[in-house]
């Protein structure tokens, strides 16, 4: 069985310019996430899908970001004006529902110049 | 506010050499603690769940163990590839649907 597949593995940007991430879950999965791990540091929480319900947006860092998951199952997740301090590699997780044992895509790094 | 916070930053075994990886949490009511591996270039991986004080969980060379403020994963006769950075998180309160990590620990075994 495939494991959680994001796109790109890594994408280099110029400031200003907009970016789309994608995030492709592990079949069967209804809960979606979407973390960024900034050089040296841990996790921090950007949004969370579950089935339907509206999604937990509390960790977006600005209205730059934001996030869609169509059909409950492909999320991307958008950057508009990117600025060099979202360079960062931003990572994917699914789970069945939340059990807290999420399986993890590989990140997709963004490196704005 | 929740927070995580992990000790010692890095850390480097000699294979064979046992020792401990702290995580000392604060939380408005804690709904599990959990410990992932993540290897260079790759996600987390999901080790264990812990609930209660009192709690242990094991796994080859690796026991996870919780008390009311910290937990603590313990190694015992590492080997090479048990190296890599140990990520611990929470989940704060009844409700959440989020993990806050902490900032974890690089952990390096030579041979």
């Known amino acids: 069985g495939a494991g959680v597949s994001q796109s790109p593995s890594n994408k280099v940007t110029e400031k200003g310019k907009d970016v789309e991430l994608r995030c492709d879950p592990i079949s069967g999965h209804t809960a979606l996430y979407w973390y960024r791990q900034s050089l040296g540091q841990g996790l921090e929480f950007l949004i969370y899908?579950?089935?339907?319900?509206?999604?937990?947006k509390s960790g977006l860092p600005s209205d730059r970001f934001s996030a869609e998951r169509t059909g409950g199952s492909v999320s991307t997740l958008t950057i508009q004006r990117t600025q060099q301090e979202d360079s960062a590699v931003y990572l994917c997780?699914?789970?069945?529902?939340?059990?807290?044992?999420?399986?993890f895509g590989e990140g997709s790094r963004l490196t704005v110049l | 506010e929740d927070q995580v916070t992990q000790s010692p930053e890095a850390l480097r075994l000699q294979e064979g050499e046992s020792s401990s990886l702290n995580c000392s949490y604060t939380v408005s009511g804690l709904r599990g603690l959990f410990w992932y591996r993540q290897d260079p270039g790759k996600g987390p991986e999901f080790l264990f769940t812990?609930?209660?004080a009192g709690e242990e969980k094991e796994k080859e060379r690796l026991k996870a163990t919780l008390t009311k403020k910290e937990s603590f994963l313990h190694i015992t006769a590492p080997k090479p590839e048990d190296s890599a950075t140990y990520l611990c998180a929470v989940r704060p309160r009844q409700g959440a649907q989020k993990l806050v990590f902490g900032q974890g620990t690089r952990l390096t075994i030579n041979p």
């Open positions: 899908f579950q089935g339907n319900s509206a999604p937990d």
């Open positions: 812990l609930y209660s």
């Open positions: 997780a699914s789970s069945r529902q939340f059990t807290g044992e999420l399986f």
